[in-house]
Every structure is written in structure tokens, then in C-alpha cells.
């Protein structure tokens, strides 16, 4: 099961054909207004955006910049939220 | 001693009359008449080859050999030829003893393999030269079932024979002949099927699922720059090729390069050049 979890990217553990796929996660806040791809790669651990063949692609998406409030008078960086944005999942490898 | 010969005075001395048309009414006369009309025998001719002349006349061999040479090389049908010994004919011909000239004719009445080739029931030998022997060059084969070769029924099913039909399914039997099996397909569609070779080797191997060189998705993307643009195909494997083929002159010099990043579920394109450029994708497996 892939989903959101704050800035990060997160799968739970499961077996597929490759081997088993420990839980982990991935942060995006570093890839503000890019468009993010995940993968598995062939170690089965998370990858982002690689240039490299890799076992499975999980999920792609347009990770947004985080919003800018203006507090009392100055500008303060919300929390980057990605709860709302459309994220493409695909199907775990069996 | 011999008696004198009496002189012949009248026409009524002469007891012996010749047959025909002498005329001659006393033996001088008689004889006479018949030394002008007889063949003369500086006229007899022993030319084989006769001619046209009305005053020669031809020996008995003359004309023998005359008639001989144009019965020569005519074709004279010799009857059936049973060819399962697999050799031409060598004996039954029209010259001396049975031997085999040029224009001795049979017709196969037992199929059989002469000089290699086989040779149907039907099928004809004629000899082109005199003595022909078994080389095949002396003899001439005219195929009497040039479009087909007819096909017993009783070699349906039978080794080296042609396999049958039950209920449309193909029959094939194992190597016994002692089970059959059949091989049929409830598809209502049109189908390839493709099978190995003696030596387990198929042919046209791009039409088979899997296979080296088969496309298993085409389809149109749009070039998306160094953003990529994702094509999910789920092959299970990165075991395959990607062939990229931007569409439409307004690509021409605005693609850049080309690259791709695979997985077993989707292939990402990348160029380096501009957006928004149609392309052609062709995903084909490598065995």
C-alpha cells in the first residue's frame, strides 16, 4: 500500500516475485515543483526520479512548493502539503 | 541327240499362248512385243532411299530398307510399365529381342523413383534414343498430373501419408501410431499458429508472445521534455526495447535527444529538446 504521510511518500512492506519489500518512506520536500517519480529499484528500496532502469515504478506526481503566508506582517513558509495534490499509484508488482 | 526345231509357219503351230496383253499373233511378233514392254534391267534401282523416277524400280531391299527407315523413332506404345523396381524399362522395347529403341513408349502402372525423382501412376516414359539405359537424359517423362499428385485415401493417417479431420480438429498421432491426438482451437478468429522445427527452432519468432523482437504495445505519447512522460505497459520485466519516432515536421530539429529510464511497469521518455512533440512508441520484448 503506497500513501501520504506529511512530506513523505510511504509504502507498508510486502512480498512480491523480486523479494520482499521492507516499509519505507520517502521525503519530497526536496523536490518541491518538480515532477516526482518513485521507484522500486532493483534492490527493492525507494528511489526518486532516477536516471538509472529500475524494478517498479510506484507512484508519480507534481509535488507542489510549499504555500507562503504572511503572519503579523511577515512571510513565513507553510508546511509543505501534499495531502490535496493528484497522485498517480500504480499497482504493487505481484 | 536333239531333234532339229521345226520352223514355225503359222500362228496355229504355236500351242503355248502367254497370259496378258501380247498382241502378237506369231512367236516372232510375240517375241518381239515382249522384248519392248519388259522392265529393262539396267532399270532396277537398290537405292534405299527411292526417289521419284518412273522408270526405276526398287530391289525387295531396297523397299524393305526404305519402309524400315520410316518406321523408325515413330512412337509405338509398349503397354504398362511397372516402375516400383525403380529403374527404366529395360526390356519389352520394339527393336531385336526386346531391346528398348527411340520412341518405345509406356505408361506407369505402379508408381515408383527413377533417377531420383518419383514417378506417379499415369505418368509416361518415352525413350529419346536407342539404348537408352537407366540415364535419365535418354529418356523423356511426360507427368500426367502436373497440378497435383493425387493422394491415396488409405495413406490418411498413415505414416508418410497425410493427416486427417475429426469433427474439424487436426489429427496427429505419436510416433507409435497408436494414439491420436487432435489439435483445434475454439477461437472464432483468425489465429497464427507457430510451431518448432525437428530442432525445436520457430520460425518468425517477432510473432510470438515473448519472442525476441515481439511488439507487445505501440501507441502515440507526447514528448514531454526533461519533465519525461510515462507509458505504462505492466511487461513484468525490463527485458525489452523502446523505438521513439516523433511524428509530424514540426519535430524536425526541436526533439534534442532522446533517452528513456525502463521498469518492469512503465518506461519513462525523456528528450532533450522541446515539449508538446508527438511521437510514435513501439515497446518490443527481447528474449
Redesign the interface.
Known amino acids: 500500500m503506497t500513501r501520504i504521510n506529511g512530506t513523505k511518500l510511504a509504502i507498508a512492506g510486502f512480498t512480491c516475485k523480486k523479494g520482499k519489500v521492507s516499509a519505507q518512506e520517502v521525503d519530497l520536500s526536496a523536490h518541491q515543483g518538480q515532477?516526482v517519480?518513485v521507484?522500486l529499484d532493483d534492490n527493492l528500496r525507494l528511489v526518486i526520479n532516477?536516471?538509472?532502469?529500475?524494478?517498479?515504478?510506484l507512484a508519480?506526481m507534481l509535488v507542489p512548493y510549499a504555500s507562503i503566508d504572511e503572519i503579523n506582517g511577515e512571510r513565513v513558509t507553510l508546511p509543505l502539503d501534499l495531502t490535496n495534490i493528484d497522485i498517480?499509484l500504480?499497482?504493487l508488482?505481484n | 541327240m536333239l531333234a532339229k526345231p521345226v520352223p514355225i509357219s503359222s500362228a496355229s503351230q504355236v500351242t503355248n499362248v502367254p497370259s496378258g496383253d501380247v498382241e502378237a499373233i506369231n512367236v516372232q511378233a510375240a517375241i518381239s512385243e515382249l522384248d519392248t514392254e519388259k522392265e529393262a534391267v539396267a532399270n532396277k534401282s537398290v537405292d534405299t532411299a527411292l526417289g521419284t523416277s518412273d522408270v526405276l524400280y526398287p530391289s525387295q531391299k531396297a523397299v524393305k530398307s526404305y519402309a524400315d527407315s520410316k518406321l523408325v523413332g515413330l512412337l509405338d506404345y509398349r503397354g504398362a510399365y511397372n516402375a516400383s523396381g525403380n529403374t527404366y524399362p529395360a526390356s519389352g522395347g520394339s527393336g531385336d529381342a526386346g531391346a528398348v529403341l527411340k520412341g518405345d513408349m509406356w505408361v506407369i502402372s505402379v508408381a515408383g523413383i527413377l533417377s531420383g525423382a518419383a514417378i506417379h501412376i499415369g505418368d509416361s516414359l518415352i525413350a529419346n534414343v536407342d539404348t537408352p539405359g537407366q540415364t535419365a537424359g535418354n529418356w523423356n517423362t511426360l507427368n500426367a498430373n502436373v497440378a497435383y499428385v493425387p493422394e491415396d485415401q488409405a495413406s490418411k493417417d498413415a505414416s508418410g501419408g497425410y493427416a486427417g479431420l475429426t469433427a474439424l480438429k487436426l489429427n496427429l498421432k505419436n510416433v507409435l501410431g497408436t494414439i491420436i491426438n487432435f489439435f483445434s482451437t475454439s477461437s472464432t478468429a483468425a489465429r497464427t499458429w507457430t510451431m518448432p522445427d525437428k530442432d525445436g527452432t520457430v520460425a518468425m519468432t517477432s510473432d510470438i508472445t515473448g519472442a525476441n523482437g515481439y511488439v507487445f504495445q505501440t501507441g502515440g505519447i507526447t514528448l514531454n521534455g526533461q519533465i519525461g512522460v510515462t507509458v505504462t505497459h505492466n511487461k513484468g520485466d525490463t527485458s525489452y526495447l523502446v523505438k521513439i519516432s516523433p511524428t509530424g515536421l514540426t519535430a524536425l530539429g526541436k526533439v534534442g535527444d532522446i533517452a528513456y529510464v525502463k521498469s518492469a511497469n512503465t518506461v519513462v521518455v525523456y528528450n532533450s529538446g522541446q515539449a508538446n512533440l508527438s511521437a510514435d512508441v513501439e515497446l518490443s520484448a527481447i528474449a
Do not use: G, I
Open positions: 515532477v517519480r521507484y532516477p536516471q538509472h532502469d529500475c524494478y517498479w515504478q508519480e498517480t500504480f499497482n508488482p
